[in-house]
């Protein structure tokens, strides 16, 4: 749908600092308290103060705007500041500079159970939520039903959340914070707690809040999710925006920013060795050899592993396996099946080159895991685990100009 020109987020010189590891006081012991007590002197029980603690700045003069119906990605590396700025927009922790405006009620969910209190039941908590918000207990009871329906939880409505399992919070926080018409629903990657199909109904709802014309800030490292959601994207690292546009742009600014970052796949395998054998580096580029931090879903696929041996090996055996999200290998690529590497002599030092002309594997993130085996060196698999994190976004698998996504459906 078009969003309104009506700005409902706005955010100017936005800063977030935290002191680590400052304490302003310092607790008292029993000992020390009962020697005050006693007249002792207080230089004998007084400790001395922590040194000056480390400042660091989460956010930093961040300036954004965001439109009535807009669904916005939020994305970026891990302590990028993401969800600080969630915190902030929901009022959960104040800014230390700036301001960020919001006009109108805001539904977050940042984290599981937050917004509940552990002793009151699940019904208890939905009427205190709504209220929070500024709804009537009126308008709460009216979308009541609805909202233990989606959460799931009927049976354990009327018992305390502190019994609840993290899923029952998630379901339950996710159901209050979009069902009680915020004009603006923040939600946080907690959602990946979920199991696929409580995802998918969340995003189904992201949907039908987005077409009714409240806008929502989608905090996710899943691309395709934040593809298939989202209108516009708002890129940050080390606290700060680096981009502010269209989905596909935002993500390819954030690919290309990993890719430039100098860390992952050539760094990776730096540390491993065993027995004579050692990996040195990968290489993840592209056919013309220009390094990589994605691909393209059908894209052609090429990585390199560097290897060093002590002696001369006969019959070097690598494989490197991409897993789906529950751990199954779905594809397996071994230098094994190339029938010009059957026989090949390894000499002390070289490179390894897989290659494949279209990729199939569907979006995500594919965290890579390598087997080798190097007669007489190493006479067994050795499997080497989080080698690389190989980010696949939508591409025109079936070359017919239509991006493919499975498991997306776009009208």
Excluded at 96 to 112: F, N
Aim: hydrophobic share 40%; proline share 3%.
């Amino acid at each position: 749908m078009q969003h309104s020109s009506e700005v409902v987020i706005q955010a100017q010189g936005l800063g977030k600092r935290y002191n680590l590891g400052r304490r302003k006081q310092s607790y008292d012991t029993l000992r020390e308290a009962l020697g005050r007590l006693a007249g002792a002197p207080l230089r004998v029980f007084q400790r001395s103060a922590r040194a000056k603690g480390e400042e660091l700045w989460a956010l930093k003069d961040l300036a954004f705007e965001v439109r009535q119906g807009e669904v916005v990605g939020v994305i970026g590396r891990n302590g990028s500041g993401k969800s600080t700025l969630l915190k902030v927009l929901s009022r959960i922790t104040a800014p230390t500079e700036g301001q960020a405006v919001c006009k109108g009620r805001v539904g977050a969910l940042i984290e599981v159970g937050v917004g509940f209190h552990p002793e009151l039941t699940g019904r208890e908590n939905v009427f205190l939520n709504g209220a929070i918000l500024g709804m009537s207990r009126a308008q709460i009871r009216h979308r009541f039903d609805e909202i233990v329906s989606f959460a799931q939880v009927e049976r354990f409505i009327d018992t305390p959340v502190k019994h609840y399992s993290s899923g029952m919070h998630l379901r339950l926080g996710f159901a209050v914070a979009a069902h009680l018409e915020p004009e603006i629903l923040v939600v946080d990657e907690v959602l990946a707690v979920g199991d696929s199909v409580f995802q998918k109904r969340c995003i189904d709802k992201m949907q039908e809040v987005a077409r009714d014309g409240r806008t929502v800030l989608f905090v996710s490292h899943n691309l395709a999710a934040v593809t298939r959601l989202c209108t516009s994207t708002l890129v940050l690292d080390q606290g700060r925006t680096v981009f502010r546009g269209d989905v596909a742009s935002g993500i390819a600014h954030y690919l290309e920013g990993i890719a430039a970052d100098g860390k992952g796949a050539g760094d990776a395998l730096d540390a491993w060795a065993l027995n004579g054998v050692r990996l040195s580096r990968m290489e993840v580029t592209s056919p013309e050899g220009n390094p990589r931090a994605h691909y393209h879903c059908g894209e052609r696929l090429r990585l390199g592993f560097h290897y060093l041996f002590a002696e001369e090996v006969v019959d070097f055996s690598i494989q490197v396996r991409f897993p789906d999200a529950y751990g199954t290998t779905i594809l397996t690529l071994w230098n094994k099946s190339v029938e010009e590497a059957k026989t090949t002599r390894f000499g002390t030092a070289g490179v390894v080159w897989f290659e494949a002309d279209y990729l199939p594997l569907r979006p995500g993130t594919y965290p890579l895991t390598v087997q080798v085996k190097a007669p007489p060196l190493l006479d067994e698999w050795v499997l080497i685990n989080g080698v690389f994190s190989l980010e696949i976004v939508e591409g025109d698998f079936y070359g017919t100009g239509h991006p493919f996504t499975v498991g997306a459906v776009k009208a």
